[in-house]
């Protein structure tokens, strides 16, 4: 019985209308930001490989990468810091400050810790695209 009623709790905070924006809102951030890191990936890719990217493509694709760089750092300091329950580190050496998700997941992807699996686990996600990225 008291399986039953827990169970109602949940489905009932679950299909709470604040619950399911917030984690709309989650959800489309996280994905715009994937997309987003794709065109910077490609982009990345091309100018490694030397290729030309034409001026016109670059700016079709600027506004892009500017909103993306924008929303990497914004991303890190919310969701960022729910994932690895910590906050960037931006007060310390040039060489520890974390101020996108990319240089949180490069100071953690070593760590030993349930950080560094997590760290692994999304560097994994991006260097497929844009392989050495973390």
Not at 25 to 37: K, S
Not at 78 to 104: A, I, N
């Amino acid at each position: 019985m008291l399986e039953n009623i827990a169970t109602a709790l949940i489905v009932k905070f679950l299909l709470w209308k604040p619950v399911l924006i917030t984690i709309g809102i989650i959800w489309g951030a996280t994905v715009t930001f994937f997309l987003l890191f794709l065109v910077f990936a490609t982009y990345n890719g091309a100018r490694k490989a030397g290729r030309d990217v034409p001026l016109f493509s670059l700016a079709i694709i600027g506004p892009a990468l500017l909103f993306g760089g924008i929303l990497d750092v914004v991303w890190n300091f919310t969701l960022g810091s729910l994932l690895f329950l910590k906050f960037p580190t931006v007060e310390r050496p040039k060489e520890f400050q974390s101020y996108t998700f990319t240089e949180r997941l490069q100071q953690l992807k070593y760590d030993d810790t349930w950080r560094g699996t997590q760290a692994r686990f999304w560097a994994k996600q991006l260097n497929w695209a844009d392989p050495g990225h973390v």
